[in-house]
């Protein structure tokens, strides 16, 4: 019994270990919903503080609201659409949200935080939202959560993966 636990503890540990970095709550969600998204932050860029996270959202997310935080100053960067798009409540929109920056902290290595949006999440199903993160630290210091899985490997292979949704049928 008592070895049982302790295989299934170190089976367990393994895989949270190496995905420790900047991840997204939920994994998984109804593509086209309206989505509560956080990007979870549980470490900073070796022991230095987290001081800067900054989201990248991809073409065709044209709902996207942060939610403010208390210690940190809000930045949001948009680009124009090619043409009107209709966003929440069908109201016309000719600009999409292209990333936003939380300036604040320090959070100290040793603490966790979440950093909120909203989202529509793309109508997709079967399909991921990746959302590419850049941490930025004291000192200076920065880590880029960019990369992709390329066919056949796992994000957990990855060194720096970047935060993902899969995107499930409604
Ligand atoms: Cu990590």
Not at 4 to 18: N, S
Not at 82 to 105: N, S
Not at 152 to 165: K, N, S, T, Y
């Amino acid at each position: 019994m008592r070895l049982a636990i302790a295989a299934l503890a170190a089976g367990l540990l393994g895989p949270l270990a190496a995905a420790a970095h900047v991840t997204v709550d939920p994994a998984a969600a109804p593509a086209g919903d309206f989505q509560r998204v956080a990007l979870r932050v549980l470490h900073g860029c070796g022991s230095a503080a987290t001081t800067r996270i900054a989201v990248e959202l991809p073409q065709g997310v044209y709902t996207a609201k942060p939610m403010p935080k208390p210690g940190w100053t809000l930045r949001i960067e948009r680009r124009a659409l090619p043409h009107a798009m209709h966003g929440m409540h069908g109201h016309e929109t000719e600009a999409e949200i292209a990333r936003i920056t939380w300036d604040g902290g320090p959070l100290p290595d040793e603490q966790y935080d979440e950093f909120v949006l909203l989202l529509q999440l793309p109508n997709e199903p079967g399909g991921t939202l990746t959302l590419p993160v850049t941490q930025g630290c004291a000192g200076g210091q920065a880590e880029a959560w960019v990369e992709r899985p390329a066919a056949g490997q796992q994000a957990e292979d990855l060194a720096r993966p970047a935060p993902f949704i899969r995107l499930t049928p409604r």
